[in-house]
Structure formats: structure tokens, C-alpha cells
């Protein structure tokens, strides 16, 4: 999942869509996942998931400020 961190703050637009897909993909896998019959690795799966965003919450922000700028001045 680093590569998809670096792949985010890269400055090709490019590479952070690319990145942003696979993190996207990854994530609604395993929604799908832990939709279709809980384990005993759900529970694992789910801290992973929500780890990752909790260590990577500036990146988010940043992603999400980029988006919303995107929308309100270039449209």
C-alpha cells in the first residue's frame, strides 16, 4: 500500500489517478469481501483499512481540497 501513498503525492496527474484507482479497487474488494461472509480476518481486514487512512489522513485532506478546488474554479 506504500506505493499507492508515493504514487498519491507524485506530480504526475497521471500516476495519482493511477494510484487513486488502486487504492479505490482495493478497498471495494474488500467491501465486497467482508459483504459476502464475515471470517475471523474481518475484523483484521477492517483495522487494516481504516489504519491506512488514519496514517495517511493529511494525503487524503489534500487529495480532497485538490478536488473540491478542481470543482469550484475550473468548471
Not at 504526475?12 to 479505490?24: A, H, K, L, R, Y
Request: proline residues 3%; aromatic residues 14%; hydrophobic residues 45%.
Amino acid at each position: 500500500m506504500n506505493l499507492f501513498v508515493v504514487g498519491m503525492a507524485d506530480t504526475t496527474f497521471e500516476v495519482q489517478t493511477d494510484s487513486t484507482n488502486c487504492i479505490n479497487a482495493f478497498c471495494e474488494f474488500l467491501h465486497e469481501r467482508l459483504k459476502r461472509a464475515p471470517t475471523k480476518q474481518s475484523a483484521f481486514l477492517v483495522n487494516c483499512v481504516q489504519n491506512f487512512y488514519q496514517l495517511n489522513l493529511p494525503l487524503f485532506q489534500r487529495l480532497l481540497r485538490t478536488i473540491i478546488y478542481t470543482l469550484l474554479f475550473e468548471h
